[in-house]
């Protein structure tokens, strides 16, 4: 079973920038892709970003140029570098791992001022 913990949201005002961090522990074989998912009220779930191990990535079309996905294999963890922030970006965002089966972490709360 693989753990994720998550870290990094909060409040910000538009425009601002924010840093989240997932990192996957447990019966880790390989890890291969990592993403990042959010879920505003009201909505459904949709991906934010993803990368593969190799470092492929893949952006929602809302946040292309604002948004950087990365991660450290090492350390099992993934990134998401999230700078000019809308209010329209307010959501839980949770952490998505892929080893073997995927694994989702309990979800950050962002939360953007106008």
């Known amino acids: 079973q693989v753990q994720l913990v998550e870290s990094g949201g909060g409040l910000v005002q538009a425009g601002g920038s924010l840093r989240l961090s997932c990192t996957a522990s447990?019966?880790?074989?390989?890890?291969?892709?990592m993403g990042w998912y959010r879920q505003a009220p009201g909505k459904q779930r949709m991906l934010v970003a993803s990368?593969?191990?190799?470092?492929?990535?893949n952006y929602a079309d809302s946040v292309k140029g604002r948004f950087t996905i990365s991660r450290d294999n090492a350390k099992n963890t993934v990134y998401l570098q999230m700078n000019s922030l809308k209010p329209e970006d307010t959501a839980v965002y949770y952490c998505?791992?892929?080893?073997?089966?995927?694994?989702w972490g309990q979800g950050t709360q962002v939360t953007v001022s106008s």
């Open positions: 998505m791992v892929v080893s073997g089966r995927t694994s």
């Open positions: 447990g019966n880790i074989f390989s890890i291969d892709a």
């Open positions: 990368i593969t191990r190799f470092g492929s990535t």
